[in-house]
Protein backbone atom coordinates (compact mmCIF):
# COMPACT_ATOMS: atom_id res chain seq x y z
CA UNK A 1 0.00 0.00 0.00
CA UNK A 2 1.29 3.27 -0.83
CA UNK A 3 2.00 5.88 1.70
CA UNK A 4 2.22 9.61 1.38
CA UNK A 5 4.10 11.82 4.32
CA UNK A 6 3.82 15.40 3.85
CA UNK A 7 5.62 17.16 6.76
CA UNK A 8 7.38 21.14 7.31
CA UNK A 9 4.58 23.14 7.50
CA UNK A 10 3.83 25.87 9.86
CA UNK A 11 2.97 29.02 11.28
CA UNK A 12 4.72 31.88 9.59
CA UNK A 13 4.09 35.49 8.98
CA UNK A 14 3.96 37.04 5.30
CA UNK A 15 6.90 37.48 3.41
CA UNK A 16 8.61 34.23 5.37
CA UNK A 17 9.54 30.71 3.73
CA UNK A 18 8.91 27.55 4.44
CA UNK A 19 10.09 23.75 2.78
CA UNK A 20 7.81 21.21 2.23
CA UNK A 21 8.22 17.85 2.16
CA UNK A 22 6.67 14.31 0.87
CA UNK A 23 8.38 10.89 1.39
CA UNK A 24 6.57 8.27 -0.97
CA UNK A 25 6.47 4.49 0.05
CA UNK A 26 5.14 1.74 -1.43
CA UNK A 27 5.66 2.29 -5.14
CA UNK A 28 7.83 3.06 -7.94
CA UNK A 29 8.23 6.67 -7.80
CA UNK A 30 10.53 7.99 -9.96
CA UNK A 31 8.56 7.33 -13.20
CA UNK A 32 5.58 9.52 -11.97
CA UNK A 33 4.71 13.05 -12.44
CA UNK A 34 4.46 14.59 -8.72
CA UNK A 35 2.60 17.56 -7.62
CA UNK A 36 1.76 19.81 -4.71
CA UNK A 37 -1.94 20.77 -4.31
CA UNK A 38 -3.38 22.71 -1.50
CA UNK A 39 -6.79 23.22 -0.07
CA UNK A 40 -8.07 26.25 1.79
CA UNK A 41 -11.50 25.34 3.74
CA UNK A 42 -14.35 25.81 1.92
CA UNK A 43 -12.68 25.25 -1.27
CA UNK A 44 -11.54 22.57 -3.23
CA UNK A 45 -8.43 20.72 -3.85
CA UNK A 46 -5.85 22.56 -6.54
CA UNK A 47 -2.90 21.39 -8.14
CA UNK A 48 -0.06 24.58 -7.46
CA UNK A 49 3.08 22.80 -8.88
CA UNK A 50 4.15 19.21 -10.66
CA UNK A 51 7.32 18.35 -11.65
CA UNK A 52 8.36 14.97 -14.06
CA UNK A 53 10.70 12.39 -13.57
CA UNK A 54 13.15 14.02 -15.62
CA UNK A 55 12.66 17.20 -13.51
CA UNK A 56 11.19 19.98 -15.82
CA UNK A 57 8.02 21.61 -13.83
CA UNK A 58 4.96 23.61 -14.25
CA UNK A 59 3.67 25.87 -11.73
CA UNK A 60 -0.13 27.63 -10.87
CA UNK A 61 -0.06 31.24 -11.71
CA UNK A 62 -0.56 32.18 -8.09
CA UNK A 63 2.86 30.86 -6.91
CA UNK A 64 4.65 30.96 -10.30
CA UNK A 65 8.29 32.75 -9.21
CA UNK A 66 7.80 32.10 -5.07
CA UNK A 67 7.54 28.31 -5.30
CA UNK A 68 10.07 25.71 -6.48
CA UNK A 69 9.55 22.19 -6.69
CA UNK A 70 11.88 19.88 -6.99
CA UNK A 71 12.00 15.91 -6.56
CA UNK A 72 14.96 13.10 -5.08
CA UNK A 73 14.11 10.55 -6.79
CA UNK A 74 16.76 7.77 -4.33
CA UNK A 75 14.94 8.66 -1.77
CA UNK A 76 11.33 8.69 -2.27
CA UNK A 77 11.15 12.36 -1.90
CA UNK A 78 8.94 15.56 -3.48
CA UNK A 79 10.01 19.17 -1.72
CA UNK A 80 8.09 22.53 -1.61
CA UNK A 81 10.13 25.42 -1.29
CA UNK A 82 8.27 28.47 -0.80
CA UNK A 83 9.25 31.72 -0.53
CA UNK A 84 7.53 35.27 -0.03
CA UNK A 85 4.51 33.45 1.04
CA UNK A 86 1.17 35.49 1.44
CA UNK A 87 -1.61 35.06 3.52
CA UNK A 88 -3.21 33.23 0.76
CA UNK A 89 -1.18 30.85 0.94
CA UNK A 90 -2.62 29.80 3.73
CA UNK A 91 -4.32 26.02 3.17
CA UNK A 92 -3.32 22.50 4.06
CA UNK A 93 -0.67 20.90 1.57
CA UNK A 94 -0.75 17.73 -0.03
CA UNK A 95 1.64 15.61 -2.74
CA UNK A 96 0.38 13.03 -4.73
CA UNK A 97 1.02 11.55 -8.47
CA UNK A 98 -0.90 13.71 -11.17
CA UNK A 99 -2.42 10.67 -12.68
CA UNK A 100 -4.17 8.06 -11.36
CA UNK A 101 -3.42 9.55 -7.82
CA UNK A 102 -2.40 7.31 -4.92
CA UNK A 103 -4.80 7.30 -1.86
CA UNK A 104 -4.25 10.86 -0.43
CA UNK A 105 -2.34 11.71 3.32
CA UNK A 106 -2.74 13.45 6.08
CA UNK A 107 -1.13 16.66 4.33
CA UNK A 108 0.65 20.02 5.93
CA UNK A 109 -0.89 22.94 7.85
CA UNK A 110 0.49 25.62 6.06
CA UNK A 111 -0.86 29.46 7.88
CA UNK A 112 0.91 32.60 6.79
CA UNK A 113 -0.65 35.28 9.46
CA UNK A 114 0.82 38.12 11.30
Known amino acids: QVQLVESGGGLVQPGGSLRLSCAVSGSIFSIYVMGWYRQAPGKQRDLVAHIYSGGNTNYADSVKGRFTISRDNARNTVYLQMNSLKPEDTAIYYC??????WGWGQGTQVTVSS
Open 96 to 101: NRIHNP
